[in-house]
């Protein structure tokens, strides 16, 4: 299963995020007084008015705070035919990051909150990267670079994954933000949005554990 370990760190799960952050900084504009006039000719039953909120970082969508359809990925994900590798359920518990392959170099462009709290990472620290990063302590790993801690054979059999839209899963050794070496349990699925090619990769985490 994938989602069955306790996020590392998991006592420090009240961290503000940018948007809430900037929420509360937010200055919403003094309401004015009705007049009597107006309020006597009012209709009974009023329009909802519009939000007035113009910060999409605040707002990109009615309920989303990333503005990102993780549960529209998720769900060609379970849907997806002909899987190759049965991950189980999935739900907000689980560790993961959404790649786009559209763009270069394949960044990570959504990240679960265990995610973070199983690498150390936040979430603006991880954002943009290409998943290499946590192959090395420090997070600096360039692209085509020579890997210290992981062997090339691993490197180049997730590379080709990506490069042929494969499902695969791996045990591969990451570090968390500390410098503190694990055992990643990486499962790496494809996901279209009826394109010719898939447009993301899911990559799933859990930490292995000694007695597994």
């Known amino acids: 299963m994938i989602c069955n370990q306790a996020p590392a760190n998991a006592h420090d799960m009240t961290t503000i995020n940018p948007w809430e952050d900037?929420?509360?900084?937010?200055?919403?504009?003094?309401?004015?007084?009705?007049?009597?006039?107006?309020?006597?000719?009012?209709?009974?039953?009023?329009?909802l008015e519009k939000d007035n909120v113009h910060d999409s970082i605040i707002y990109p969508g009615i309920y989303s705070a990333s503005g990102f359809d993780v549960m529209g990925v998720l769900w060609r994900l379970a849907q997806r035919p002909n899987p190759v590798i049965d991950i189980g359920f999935v739900d907000a518990s689980c560790a993961f990051v959404v790649c786009d392959l559209y763009q270069p170099d394949c960044p990570i462009i959504y990240v679960s909150d265990p995610f973070?709290?199983?690498?150390?990472?936040?979430?603006?620290?991880?954002?943009?990267?290409?998943?290499?990063?946590?192959?090395?302590?420090?997070?600096?790993?360039?692209?085509?670079?020579?890997?210290?801690?992981?062997?090339?054979?691993?490197?180049?059999?997730?590379?080709?994954?990506?490069?042929?839209?494969?499902?695969i899963s791996v045990e591969v050794i990451n570090f968390r933000k500390n410098g503190e070496p694990f055992?990643?349990?990486?499962?790496?699925?494809?996901?279209?949005?009826?394109?010719?090619?898939?447009?993301?990769?899911?990559?799933?985490?859990v930490e292995k554990q000694p007695d597994w």
């Not at 499962?187 to 279209?192: D, E, F, H, L, Q």
């Open 183 to 205: 055992v990643n349990v990486l499962t790496m699925i494809p996901v279209s949005f009826g394109g010719p090619t898939p447009q993301y990769f899911v990559g799933f985490s």
């Open 22 to 47: 900037r929420a509360l900084q937010y200055h919403f504009p003094t309401p004015t007084e009705p007049s009597q006039t107006a309020i006597s000719s009012a209709p009974r039953t009023l329009p």
């Open 116 to 167: 973070t709290h199983l690498t150390g990472y936040s979430k603006r620290e991880i954002i943009g990267q290409n998943c290499r990063f946590m192959q090395a302590p420090g997070g600096s790993v360039m692209r085509a670079s020579q890997r210290q801690y992981v062997d090339k054979s691993m490197v180049n059999f997730m590379r080709h994954a990506v490069d042929n839209f494969t499902e």
